[in-house]
């Protein structure tokens, strides 16, 4: 999926991924092995989450990087005018068609075109691209005869493409031509610790198309992006922190330029002594033993959004052990959750 804040201009290098959270190391662990290969990848995941960016590292990262990367929106054209986008067109095959056109797939040839968005191509289309993923070749509009493509397919959908394959909204056989390595990008809200690296290099990105210095990021700001939904992932990211950039005339990003409201500072501590240790820890917090691990729980829980399996990771026991304690009656049988996968 293109991020529309990294495309304002072309600054110096590629956007990279950015991959500090456990999910997003595998994700590119996965895509380091198949990067090199010739293999058909099909990248899924939410709107926003980063898919074009992923693509293009892919590109740079195989032995077609000396190729071109094209890009084609399938949801941007009606089937007409994708059907000659892709695959081109001969002079006087249509109305309009006063030259010959090389097609996306021949400008890809050598290299590796991009499907974004390839749920939403015409039922008519997808059968004509089954066979160029079956026979490496492409038919023009009005051609007479094939032309040989080698080209490298990466496609991209936010979509569930088996519901649509049910519903008889996708073609069967394209799917599984498209599912040879599929690529699931995690959505921003369960990758949270990349999102300061994330900031640094948008702001970086965006300063550069702006031609201006790269402003800090207030603490209270990150706090506020940390704890917003981001429900449009790595675009609406990008989009708030546009947004500051033009509005803080170089002074540091706040929560309020974002448009957020920021979140509470940390607590306030003191230091506390005893005989056998040393540390911070807050004065309103009680020293019951069983009240600290209800607390516990019940943040592990909130954290975790109720995921059962994901708060007794946090918290450091088994899933067992925290079905006991919940189950244990009292107060933390009545704190909300949600059973883990």
């Known amino acids: 999926m293109s991020n529309a804040a990294l495309r304002i201009s072309a600054p110096s290098r590629e956007p990279e991924p950015v991959a500090h959270s456990a999910a997003m190391r595998a994700l590119l ?7 090199a290969t010739r293999t058909t990848v099909l990248l899924l995941g939410e709107s926003g989450t980063g898919k074009e960016v992923l693509a293009r590292w892919l590109h740079r990262n195989s032995d077609r990087a000396g190729g071109a990367f094209v890009a084609v929106n399938c949801a941007a054209l009606p089937a007409d005018l994708l059907e000659s986008e892709l695959f ?7 109305t309009g068609a006063a030259d010959r056109r090389i097609g996306k797939m021949e400008q890809a040839s050598g290299g590796t075109i991009l499907l974004d968005e390839v749920s939403e191509m015409p039922l008519l289309l997808q059968a004509k691209l089954l066979r160029v993923l079956q ?16 080209v490298r397919v990466i496609a991209t959908t936010n979509r569930d493409l088996p519901a649509m394959v049910a519903a008889g909204e996708f073609r069967q056989d394209l799917y599984y031509r ?3 390595y599929p690529l699931h990008l995690p959505p921003l809200r369960e990758r949270r610790e990349d999102l300061p690296a994330l900031c640094d290099d948008l702001l970086s990105h965006l300063s550069a198309a702006h031609e201006r210095p790269v402003p800090p990021l207030d603490p209270s700001a990150l706090r506020a992006l940390l704890a917003a939904e981001l429900r449009g992932n790595v675009r609406e990211l990008g989009n708030l922190l546009e947004r ?67 708060a007794a990771a946090l918290l450091g026991i088994g899933l067992r052990t925290l079905r006991n304690k919940l189950n244990g009656g009292g107060a933390l049988a009545r704190i909300p959750q949600e059973e883990g996968a």
């Open 88 to 94: 081109g067109h001969e002079r006087g095959s249509f």
């Open 29 to 35: 662990e996965a895509a380091a092995d198949v990067a």
């Open 178 to 180: 498209l599912d040879v």
């Open 244 to 310: 500051a950039l033009v509005r803080c005339k170089g002074s540091p990003i706040t929560a309020a330029l974002i448009g957020l409201a920021p979140e509470p500072a940390p607590v306030a501590v003191r230091p506390v002594a005893s005989e056998t240790c040393v540390g911070q820890f807050p004065p309103d917090l009680p020293l019951s033993l069983d009240a600290l691990e209800r607390l516990a729980i019940a943040e592990a829980l909130r954290r975790t959004d109720g995921n059962r399996t994901h």
């Open 135 to 150: 026979e490496r070749e492409i038919d023009r509009v009005g051609g007479a005869r094939p032309v040989p493509v080698d």
